[in-house]
């Protein structure tokens, strides 16, 4: 119940393209969405979050998706840059308890 | 103003021997947690403290202990290290208290590569 799944593991889009992430998770006490870029040899940085009461939230290029009776939620980046071609990991939280997915590479091509 | 800080950056020790990490959390907060991240997964959550004590524990052996100091520093310790113990050691920290009603953010530093060999 405390698994958050993720996916997909890796992907790849074209400049300007939508790169779109998914998460799903079991736990109906998580209360807290966060979504991290993670580059390599760096540790993860928040990138946007969301709490359950809600159902989309956006900031500039991102976007999260909460759908709260499926119990998914996922990451849309429009315009997806070069730049943003990092590791994305979704994590899911009560309190101070933060469990992460997998992560998600994505390769954005020039 | 300074984020959070750990040292070293990169550390190599062999097996059996023990290692001690080292963060610094973002001015004003009082609540740290370690997280291990093995190369190609996510982090996994080791420990959470707050005011010095202990409020959280994932599930890693008594090899690992953590401690918190008054200015809210805190020391991750791994005895007896096994190869499986390289990875990347985060550093969190946050505000306030667990149990608050409203969620805090956690905010990582740059970690601190160990390779055990």
């Known amino acids: 119940q405390q698994q958050v799944k993720q996916s997909p593991q890796s992907l790849i889009v074209q400049k300007g393209g939508i790169s779109i992430i998914n998460c799903a998770y079991e736990n109906t006490a998580f209360d807290y969405f966060p979504w991290y870029q993670q580059f390599p040899g760096k540790g993860p940085a928040l990138l946007i979050a969301i709490r359950p009461d809600v159902s989309e939230k956006k900031e500039g290029r991102f976007t999260i998706s909460f759908n709260k009776s499926a119990k998914q939620f996922s990451l849309h980046i429009m315009d997806s840059q070069p730049g943003d071609s990092a590791t994305y990991f979704c994590?899911?939280?009560?309190?101070?308890?933060?469990?992460f997915g997998p992560g998600t590479r994505l390769s954005v091509l020039p | 103003d300074a984020g959070v800080t750990q040292s070293p950056t990169h550390l190599i020790k062999t097996r059996g021997q023990h290692v001690t990490l080292r963060c610094s959390p973002i001015?004003?907060?009082?609540?740290v947690s370690w997280y291990q991240q093995v190369l190609g997964q996510g982090p996994q959550f080791i420990f959470q403290y707050y005011e010095k004590e202990e409020r959280g524990r994932g599930n890693f052996p008594d090899r690992f202990s953590a401690r918190q100091f008054p200015n809210y520093s805190s020391e991750l310790n791994v005895n007896a290290l096994l190869l499986g113990d390289s990875a990347l050691y985060l550093c969190?920290?946050?505000?306030?208290?667990?149990?608050?009603?409203?969620?805090?953010?956690?905010?990582f530093g740059p970690g601190t590569r160990l390779l055990v060999l």
């Open positions: 001015s004003g907060h009082k609540s």
């Open positions: 994590a899911a939280s009560y309190g101070q308890n933060f469990v």
């Open positions: 969190a920290s946050s505000l306030g208290a667990p149990g608050l009603a409203v969620q805090e953010t956690q905010y």
